[in-house]
């Protein structure tokens, strides 16, 4: 015997808010106060004109307070505008964090250099210049190879990227701390940006 279950119509981010009004709360770390006030007109306006949240920046408790607005009609609008202050707050440029709004199949990975190898001191030191590079040289490699942004913040790195893209900018990440020459990082990369193009 087969029953028919009740059929309704798929409901609106307006109808399905009822009565609770959602809240995100990013901390922002100190060295990250005064670019947040420099880019704050970049920040805000796509988060109320597009997102349309209600955003304000709590100077007390360092953080930016986020929440969903009467007018709010996507679901995810609220979590991507958290993505997006969250991408800031962790060193990358508005202008490619602002992607996380437009984007649906990005999203952040971060991890500690001491995930990949236990080090200390110069050893430390030595890890995150090969990471870097002379002038940034080996990070924008990377980057452009992969199609990734990257931020090096002390032993922290974040890769902001699709999933398929920051894993290979990970794997030419990994590489260089375990020890392996930047030539052969380098070799890698290129065979990889070769082959995403003959993907495309």
């Given at each position: 015997m087969?029953?028919?279950g009740?059929?309704f119509?798929?409901?609106?981010?307006?109808?399905?808010?009822?009565v609770?009004?959602?809240?995100?709360?990013?901390p922002?770390?100190?060295?990250r106060?005064?670019?947040?006030?420099?880019?704050?007109?970049?920040?805000?306006?796509?988060?109320v004109?597009?997102?349309?949240?209600?955003?304000?920046?709590?100077?007390k408790?360092?953080?930016?307070?986020?929440?969903?607005s009467?007018?709010?009609?996507?679901?995810?609008?609220?979590?991507?505008?958290?993505?997006?202050?969250?991408?800031f707050?962790l060193?990358f440029?508005?202008?490619d964090?602002?992607?996380?709004?437009?984007?649906?199949e990005?999203?952040?990975?971060s991890?500690?250099?001491?995930?990949?190898k236990?080090?200390?001191?110069?050893?430390?030191?030595?890890?995150?210049?090969r990471?870097?590079?002379?002038?940034?040289?080996?990070?924008?490699?990377?980057?452009?190879?992969t199609?990734?942004?990257?931020?090096?913040?002390d032993?922290?790195?974040?890769?902001?990227?699709?999933?398929?893209?920051?894993?290979?900018?990970?794997?030419?990440i990994v590489?260089?701390?375990?020890?392996?020459?930047?030539?052969?990082?380098?070799g890698?990369?290129?065979n990889?940006?070769?082959?995403?193009k003959?993907?495309?």
């Open positions: 087969q029953v028919d009740p059929m119509p798929a409901l609106s981010a307006k109808e399905m808010q009822a609770d009004v959602e809240y995100r709360k990013i922002v770390p100190h060295n106060i005064t670019p947040l006030r420099q880019n704050w007109l970049k920040i805000y306006e796509p988060l004109d597009y997102m349309k949240l209600q955003v304000r920046m709590n100077v408790r360092r953080c930016v307070e986020l929440r969903t009467e007018d709010s009609t996507e679901n995810s609008s609220l979590q991507k505008g958290a993505d997006f202050v969250r991408a707050t060193g440029d508005v202008d964090a602002i992607a996380l709004l437009r984007l649906d990005l999203y952040i990975d991890f500690e250099i001491r995930d990949v236990s080090l200390t001191g110069d050893h430390m030191s030595r890890a995150i210049g990471v870097a590079g002379k002038s940034g040289k080996t990070k924008f490699a990377i980057e452009n190879a199609r990734t942004r990257i931020v090096v913040a032993s922290k790195i974040h890769i902001l990227g699709s999933y398929q893209n920051t894993i290979l900018a990970k794997r030419a590489s260089l701390i375990l020890g392996s020459p930047p030539g052969k990082v380098y890698n990369l290129k990889v940006a070769t082959r995403m003959q993907s495309l």
